[in-house]
């Protein structure tokens, strides 16, 4: 059981490139989020899903894109990277409301 | 924006004191939900509690939440080497969108 696998887990892109922060669970989870974290600001939300085919903006989901086709798999996009997204992402998922979050290991995202 | 905020920032204990930081929120929250974070990992789910619950026990970990004020706090005891890591309380607004504080980083010195 791998619980939430995040892959790359490092990764330099120079801005104005493009690229997938892939994220899959093997739990059977529905919910499935994206959050970043930057220095002292905690985690901020970026995108969330509810289910296959259903997904709704975070706080600051700005330059991001998601889709989730499977209940397994659920990729950010960055479209246009930006020295801003310097961040570390994380993935998580839940059975549902009042469970705790999987959370992957994370992907440490550079933008030069 | 972020609804949780915890206090204090940082926190240093000698092992074997026991650990207490305190979260406040501004809405309405349907759970409660405290992580661990070693540096440098991902957050590790710890407790959830109910908006309907006061308290409630883990281990070595105590969690209370009182509504009329807001505000929750996590208990840890007898700590160890261990449960240095920071600490982020999440609150969940009915709506899956869970909100994360900027957390506190305890320290345990042997």
């Known amino acids: 059981n791998a619980g939430v696998t995040q892959t790359p887990k490092f990764q330099v892109l120079k801005t104005g490139q493009s690229m997938t922060l892939q994220c899959a669970q093997d739990m059977n989870h529905e919910y499935m989020s994206w959050y970043r974290q930057d220095p002292g600001m905690g985690l901020r939300l970026i995108h969330y899903s509810v289910g296959a085919g259903i997904t709704d903006q975070g706080e600051v989901p700005n330059g991001y894109n998601v889709s989730r086709s499977t209940t397994e798999d659920f990729p950010l996009r960055l479209l246009s990277a930006a020295p801003s997204q310097t961040s570390v992402y994380f993935c998580?998922?839940?059975?549902?409301?009042?469970?705790?979050?999987?959370f992957g290991s994370g992907t440490r995202l550079t933008v030069v | 924006s972020q609804q949780g905020e915890e206090d204090p920032q940082a926190l240093s204990i000698q092992e074997g004191e026991n650990a207490t930081m305190n979260c406040s929120y501004k809405?309405?929250?349907?759970?409660l939900q405290w992580y661990r974070q070693n540096s440098g990992r991902g957050l590790v789910h710890l407790i959830l509690?109910?908006?309907?619950?006061r308290e409630k026990h883990s281990g070595r970990l105590r969690v209370t939440l009182d509504t009329s004020k807001k505000s929750s706090s996590l208990l840890i005891t007898a700590s160890r080497a261990a449960d240095t890591a920071s600490y982020f309380c999440a609150t969940d607004p009915h709506d899956y969108k869970l909100s994360f504080g900027a957390g506190t980083t305890v320290t345990v010195r042997a």
């Open positions: 509690i109910r908006s309907n619950e």
């Open positions: 809405t309405s929250i349907n759970n």
């Open positions: 998580a998922s839940s059975a549902g409301l009042n469970y705790g979050y999987t």
